[in-house]
């Protein structure tokens, strides 16, 4: 089982970057390349405890979709969201937050089991995991930009 470990430090306040995780609509900014879209569940605004938001996106040439669900909440410190139905046999995706020192940790454990037996574990090492490490730091990078410039109010206040 992979586990992909990213800690990116954030010049923000924590509850702000917490909700920024969340954010349906900065996760959309932010996957442009794969011409991500919500498709299903919570599709806009910020997700929150035992709601699920289901994703259409292009990876490796195949649109796939994918259905995931808010597990476990603690605001502002934890959330997990853990795959109900997708390409993977299993995911469970912790957000974790601390302060440090006027900034904010986010810390992504991204933890997987590709299907496939052998054929799976090979993908895993092979492209799998450096695939999916560059999609969470370039998710992580939209959310420090936003986090840390005034570009959260645009996801985070009402209209």
Do not use: C
């Not at 900014?29 to 259409?56: H, N």
């Not at 986010?106 to 092979?126: C, E, H, N």
């Amino acid at each position: 089982m992979p586990l992909i470990e990213l800690t990116t430090r954030i010049a923000a306040p924590r509850e702000r970057v917490f909700d920024l995780a969340r954010s349906i609509d900065l996760h959309l900014a932010s996957t442009a390349q794969t011409g991500e879209r919500a498709v299903g569940g919570v599709i806009s605004g910020l997700i929150g405890p035992d709601e699920e938001v289901t994703w259409r996106a292009r990876h490796f040439g195949v649109v796939q979709h994918l259905t995931s669900r808010i597990t476990r909440f603690d605001r502002p410190r934890h959330f997990r969201d853990s795959m109900v139905r997708g390409a993977f046999k299993r995911f469970d995706h912790d957000h974790i937050f601390e302060e440090a020192g006027g900034a904010t940790l986010m810390i992504d454990r991204f933890d997987f089991t590709t299907p496939l037996g052998v054929l799976g574990r090979i993908a895993d090492s092979v492209f799998l995991r450096r695939y999916l490490e560059k999609f969470l730091e370039t998710r992580n990078k939209a959310i420090r930009r936003a986090a840390e410039s005034e570009a959260w109010r645009k996801f985070l206040e009402p209209s």
